[in-house]
């Protein structure tokens, strides 16, 4: 199985403040990765597929980058209602396999 | 609009079995295929498997294979997951998604209680 290794765990940011939140594969997915944004009592909801494209109505201060092993979920200018958990999820192999997750909050 | 409705909370006794449902509206499962997806308490996103319901054709995540077994009815739009042997590992949110790149569309999950 490919295991997605993601970081940071928790982040504490300001509003306004550009974060950015890491996942590593095991091996390489050649960018078949997905970034999903979690709210407590919620769905997921899909950030970013490909590795780098928008999903349909997200905000475009979200983008994602990377390729091979390394990939990265940025968030530019952050917002009161970015508050969530945050999971990347490989598709490129079964069994699909998501990172453990990154809880984002206020400072 | 695509919508995936699931069925209601389920409470199960240890060692019983329930089954889950996924209703889909707004676009045919069989052009697609049903993802499952569990998140126990305060924790991350497992992958439990997919089925293709055009044919019936599963895979599982291995530590799922004795646990899950997935099924679909394409006359009313709606797969189906059936968890056996309930133990109180078992107690968490169960999804159904679906989506080509990634999971674009999930139900609103079901949670799972396995208590005596």
């Known amino acids: 199985d490919i295991q997605m290794t993601q970081s940071p765990a928790s982040l504490s940011a300001s509003l306004g403040e550009t974060v950015t939140i890491e996942c590593r594969a095991s091996?390489?997915?050649?960018?078949?990765l997905a970034w999903y944004q979690q709210k407590p009592g919620n769905s997921p909801q899909l950030l970013i597929y490909d590795a780098n494209s928008l999903a349909d109505g997200v905000p475009s201060r979200f983008s994602g980058s990377g390729s091979g092993t390394q990939y990265s979920l940025k968030i530019n200018s952050l917002q009161s209602e970015d508050v969530a958990s945050y999971f990347c999820q490989q598709y490129n192999n079964y069994p699909y396999t998501f990172g453990a997750g990154t809880k984002l909050e206020l400072k | 609009e695509v919508q995936l409705q699931q069925s209601g909370a389920e409470l199960g006794k240890p060692g019983t079995s329930v089954k889950l449902s996924c209703k889909v509206s707004g676009y045919n499962i069989r052009n697609t295929y049903m993802h499952w997806v569990n998140q126990r308490p305060g924790k991350g996103l497992e992958w439990i498997g997919r089925i293709d319901p055009a044919n019936g054709n599963t895979i599982y995540a291995e530590k799922f294979k004795s646990k899950a077994t997935l099924t679909a009815d394409t006359s009313s739009n709606t797969a189906y997951m059936q968890l056996s042997q309930l133990k109180s590992d078992d107690t968490a949110i169960y999804f159904c998604a679906m989506g080509g790149r990634g999971f674009a569309y999930w139900g609103q999950g079901t949670l799972v209680t396995v208590s005596s």
């Open positions: 091996e390489d997915i050649y960018s078949n």
